[in-house]
């Protein structure tokens, strides 16, 4: 696919659905991996695990060269990406515990506002008008969706709890975005997915060490589940975007991001019976159409 030839017009499309669809299936796969008695901090672990030795190969391979010429300032890069990267699935998997698959998938991906918002504190870069709207519009569904679920919420769930997660979730990512636009400069594809999915899980392995988590002796399908995770929404999702990102614009990508909160919405309905409440459901509509804007706005 990487030749020197142009793809199909349609093809970066196909592939963007194809991946849109993997990674709707990751709040899915990661409450299936709950039902079956995975702690959320082993989920978190096996899923980027997996999604690390799975890829290993292929980063000896390609970028053997680069991995043995590492400077101190990409690896010091690479533990910091990998350490928010851990962060953030750490805290987003476990929020699926306390509140709706829609709620959390829907507040995970305001990753676009906050790397705004932290560009223009850390780097100077000054949003758009349009991108400021969106961010406003996006704040304000955010917390419609915290006010709709506190006063929604079931006997033994915390929805409060759980969008905290979220959201903490989403600064995380955002902070492992940011590092990871440098290390990009510098490394290929491969070698920094490979350092940062790695550093991530090892970490969350000595989380686990260190609270006593295990990562044995579950079931067969447990661990099934855990391997679809790091197969479907962390190599074959996200990789898709990564692989697109030559053919289509980041701005477009950002805005095909906004099909994974309504797909996994869509997909928990199905699954497992989660509806909306009237006023999740307009703080929804308002979190994407910010997100939209913001995409549209973004320089």
Not at 14 to 27: D, E
Request: one cysteine or more; a positive charge; proline letters at 5%.
């Amino acid at each position: 696919m990487d030749s020197g030839k142009a793809p199909p017009r349609w093809l970066p499309f196909l592939i963007l659905g194809v991946g849109l669809l993997a990674i709707s299936f990751g709040a899915i796969l990661a409450r299936f991996a709950q039902g079956y008695g995975l702690p959320s901090l082993t989920i978190a672990t096996l899923r980027l695990g997996l999604a690390a030795l799975i890829i290993t190969p292929i980063a000896l391979w390609q970028s053997s060269r680069t991995l043995r010429t590492l400077s101190r300032g990409q690896i010091l890069l690479t533990c910091g990406a990998g350490f928010f990267l851990a962060l953030h699935f750490a805290t987003w998997i476990t929020s699926l515990e306390y509140t709706s698959v829609a709620s959390s998938t829907a507040l995970v991906t305001t990753n676009l506002l906050w790397v705004g918002i932290a560009s223009f504190l850390l780097f100077g870069d000054r949003p758009s008008r349009l991108m400021l709207v969106g961010i406003v519009i996006s704040l304000s569904g955010s917390g419609l969706i915290f006010w709709s679920d506190s006063r929604a919420s079931a006997p033994g769930s915390n929805p409060l709890l759980g969008n905290l997660l979220a959201i903490v979730g989403s600064w995380c990512f955002s902070a492992y975005l940011l590092i990871g636009r440098r290390l990009r400069a510098s490394l290929p594809l491969p070698a920094y997915v490979w350092l940062a999915y790695g550093s991530a899980a090892i970490l969350l392995v000595l989380a686990c060490q260190s609270s006593g988590t295990p990562l044995t002796g579950y079931s067969d399908a447990a661990y099934l589940v855990a391997l679809g995770m790091a197969l479907g929404p962390q190599l074959l999702g996200h990789t898709s975007y990564n692989w697109s990102l030559k053919h289509v614009s980041p701005t477009f990508i950002a805005v095909v991001t906004l099909g994974e909160p309504v797909g996994s919405a869509m997909l928990a309905w199905v699954f497992f019976g989660e509806a909306f409440a009237l006023w999740q459901g307009v703080g929804f509509v308002m979190l994407l159409l910010g997100i939209y804007l913001a995409a549209r706005g973004e320089r």
